[in-house]
Nanobody
Framework: QVQLVESGGGFVQPGASLRLSCAASGNICTISAMCWYRHAPGQQGELVVRIISGGVTNYADSVKGRFTISRDNAKNTVYLQMNSLKPADTAVYYC???????????????WGQGTQVTVSS
């Protein structure tokens, strides 16, 4: 069993910052990628950022320069530092981790429960 627990969402004013966390626990052998997605009402889900083995990152154009992903391998935790937040960033943010639970098993997708981020004046 693998669990992802997210934290850090909230209600902030434009220009503020928030930090999201996602901690993975359980039978974790190898993590291939850790990602943040977001889903705003009436819109398609969007990949916000992904970090893969070796630390390579891919950011959505809409968040480049404002959001930063980082990971603590010892804690199997991924963070999303969000600065200069805009109303357009309002969404439910989901953590996604691609991992294998045993050496010979292929990786699978696991999802966090989602955390609401609301940016409004």
């Amino acid at each position: 069993q693998v669990q992802l627990v997210e934290s850090g969402g909230g209600f902030v004013q434009p220009g503020a910052s928030l930090r999201l966390s996602c901690a993975a626990s359980g039978n974790i052998c190898t993590i291939s990628a850790m990602c943040w997605y977001r889903h705003a009402p009436g819109q398609q889900g969007e990949l916000v950022v992904r970090i893969i083995s070796g630390g390579v990152t891919n950011y959505a154009d809409s968040v480049k320069g404002r959001f930063t992903i980082s990971r603590d391998n010892a804690k199997n935790t991924v963070y999303l530092q969000m600065n200069s937040l805009k109303p357009a960033d309002t969404a439910v943010y989901y953590c996604n981790v691609v991992l294998a639970t045993a050496p010979l098993l292929p990786p699978s997708n696991y999802w966090g429960q989602g955390t609401q981020v609301t940016v409004s004046s």
